[in-house]
């Protein structure tokens, strides 16, 4: 009965206690608020009394049934859960993304400055390559002392290069001799003799036919190419200084296997002949008309015949020209240079077989090959010596015009004296 008393007499609880109302209290069994002042543990008559004190000491005009809050008290967290000194640190933020930089990768998948140095040190590899090849090839170029003794012309203006093409086998192996019909000869011969003048004037690649009579120092007067066989390089000099007062600076020969070589470096030259030509001791065979592409077998033996020229020796003289100024026009191509097998094929022909005088710079090389490029159409001449008949004598007064012309360097003004086969226009 008293029980139900103290919820109020009715069957339904009430909780006005928890509401802030004094009729009802929390049950025994229930914990006390832990925010009560001045409660302790007794009757429930105590309990209730004391909390009507303190309500009523709570101060006039508090509401009575007003929710009280009560203060919370921190947990404890478990020593596991505790923060380590450095994880209690200040974290620091995280930094900004970058502002997009010249070196963002392209949509391309490379970055642009790595295009550009990757490009730039293909270029310097290439050119480094271009200087080092030549320099290269003079490394295994024969040196000879081809200045001959005694007196000689005085300094003349602009250059002038003394061109021959021996019969030397030297480099060709025997299987080669006999393909290219070169035989065993002994001794030393010249097939080919050519003056080449560079100056202020177009450039000037003047032939002296090798039957030329004229007089050889300490042997009388005969064929010019004797003066070769007789003492080499240095008569020869002196043979043609003094024949035609013409001072010459450099000296390059060039054997059998370099013409070879040279025309096959290029791809080959092209031959035109109005006839067939048929040459067993040159090991020549051609049909009528232009073929290209000659390879460097043939194109000696259409330099070496003369059995099947019209003029003989001075057709054949002609002939030779024309291959040496295909092979120069070849060299210049753009091709040579993109071309980097070509290139060192070029360079390599060009030393072997090859011999220069002693003193002759790899510079001044460079400056009679870029001229060979450049002795035909406008940018050069080429012609014989003048001739008055096919004996090979020279026609004196014309030839000593275009001697003086060249030791003047003048070659803008030689007009009809230079012509093809050396006689008169």
């Not at 070196?103 to 271009?130: D, M, N, Y």
């Not at 021996?166 to 019909?181: C, F, H, I, Q, V």
């Not at 048929?278 to 033996?301: E, F, N, P």
Request: hydrophobic letters at 35%; proline letters at 7%.
């Amino acid at each position: 009965m008293s029980e139900q008393s103290g919820r109020g007499g009715g069957d339904e609880p009430r909780y006005d206690w928890l509401y802030g109302g004094g009729s009802d209290r929390p049950s025994e069994d229930r914990p006390a608020p832990v925010g009560g002042r001045g409660r302790q543990s007794g009757p429930p008559s105590a309990d209730r009394g004391a909390d009507r004190g303190v309500d009523r000491g709570a101060g006039q005009g508090a509401d009575a049934d007003a929710t009280r809050m009560i203060r919370t008290q921190p947990r404890e967290q478990p020593r596991s859960a505790q923060a380590s000194p450095e994880q209690q640190r200040p974290v620091s933020p995280r930094p900004l993304a970058p502002e997009p930089t010249r070196e963002r990768r392209s949509r391309g998948g490379l970055k642009r400055p790595t295009v550009w140095r990757v490009v730039k040190v293909v270029v310097l590899v290439w050119i480094v390559f271009l200087v080092a090849v030549p320099f290269w090839a003079w490394s295994k170029v024969e040196k000879v002392d081809a200045a001959p003794s005694g007196s000689r012309p005085a300094e003349q203006p602009g250059t002038t290069y003394l061109l021959v093409g021996s019969d030397s086998r030297a480099g060709l192996t025997p299987e080669e001799r006999k393909r290219l019909g070169t035989g065993d000869a002994g001794g030393q011969r010249t097939d080919t003799i050519m003056l080449l003048h560079v100056g202020s004037g177009p450039n000037l690649l003047l032939s002296i036919p090798r039957d030329s009579i004229v007089p050889i120092p300490g042997h009388g007067t005969g064929k010019i190419n004797a003066a070769f066989a007789y003492g080499g390089p240095k008569l020869l000099v002196q043979t043609i200084e003094q024949s035609t007062g013409v001072r010459v600076d450099d000296y390059v020969e060039i054997g059998m296997g370099g013409v070879v070589n040279a025309v096959d470096a290029v791809g080959g030259v092209q031959i035109c002949t109005p006839k067939r030509l048929v040459d067993r001791r040159a090991k020549l065979r051609l049909s009528k008309g232009c073929h290209d592409d000659v390879d460097g077998a043939t194109a000696l033996a259409y330099t070496r015949s003369r059995h099947t020229q019209r003029l003989g020796d001075i057709d054949r003289a002609k002939n030779q020209r024309a291959v040496v100024s295909q092979v120069g026009s070849k060299v210049k191509s753009p091709l040579t240079v993109l071309n980097p097998f070509r290139y060192v094929g070029v360079a390599k022909a060009g030393s072997q077989s090859l011999v220069v005088n002693e003193g002759m710079s790899v510079f001044a090389m460079g400056r009679f090959a870029w001229a060979m490029t450049r002795v035909n159409g406008d940018n050069g001449l080429t012609c014989s010596m003048p001739i008055r008949d096919q004996a090979i004598h020279w026609d004196r007064d014309r030839a000593l015009r275009l001697m003086n012309l060249i030791k003047t360097d003048q070659t803008s003004k030689v007009g009809g004296l230079c012509t093809p086969t050396g006689f008169p226009a």
